[in-house]
């Protein structure tokens, strides 16, 4: 996974793109770290690069949702392929994350 925070919709955000899994957690972690969730606790993150998502980091963005609920806010993920918004419904994410 790689990431790099940018402009999405015309807010800040953050790109995410190539395989998503456990291997990311400690990239994943930096990540949250570098995120100002008092400032920005709407979250939006681009996934249209994203090819692939393992449990693991289903399970990651189950942190992302709680992070932005606890501040405030929550995910808005755009422009996501369809097998990871499937991917991300069937672990019920859809709950925390709205998909545009």
Do not use: K, Q
């Not at 919709?9 to 972690?29: A, K, Q, V």
């Not at 996501?80 to 918004?85: G, L, Q, R």
């Amino acid at each position: 996974m790689e990431y790099a925070f940018t402009t999405v919709d015309g807010c800040d955000g953050i790109l995410l793109s190539g395989r998503c899994t456990y291997e990311d957690g400690n990239r994943f972690h930096d990540m949250l770290r570098d995120w100002d969730f008092v400032a920005n606790p709407v979250v939006r993150i681009d996934l249209r690069f994203v090819t692939f998502i393992d449990s693991a980091a289903i399970g990651m963005m189950f942190i992302l949702a709680n992070r932005c609920r606890e501040a405030g806010g929550h995910i808005v993920a755009t422009d996501a392929p369809p097998h990871i918004v499937r991917a991300l419904r069937r672990a019920t994410l859809d709950r925390y994350i709205e998909f545009r």
